[in-house]
């Protein structure tokens, strides 16, 4: 089992944003759940332009493959881990919602959501 530290390691602090130090990293997020209107059925909820950007001020310089930035999120009582991807045409993030949770929590598309996200 490894454990995950306590403090970021001291290789990766050139990489992190100077504020990344304070540990704030938790968001809560107050939006509506939409689903794609593709054929697929995916289920995305985005982020408020104010908070999308201050979190790609914040660690938008951490970001992954397509801009993406990794996060915990929490749903009720469902947890999981996704990622916050750009939006182009809404210029926020955004992140999906799988069927396991949308079922777990009885949710669909239109509904208010309250999730909590902390950035990995």
Known sequence: MTRKPTSPDPRWLPLLPADELAGDRDYTVHTT????????AWH????PPELSAQIRSRF??????WGSIRVSVRIGGTQWRTSLFPDRKSGTYLFA???EVRKAENLSDGDAITAELQIE
């Open 33 to 40: 759940l939409r689903r794609y209107k593709g054929t697929a």
């Open 44 to 47: 995305f909820a985005n982020l």
């Open 60 to 65: 938008g310089s951490t970001a992954r493959g």
């Open 97 to 99: 919602v799988k069927a």
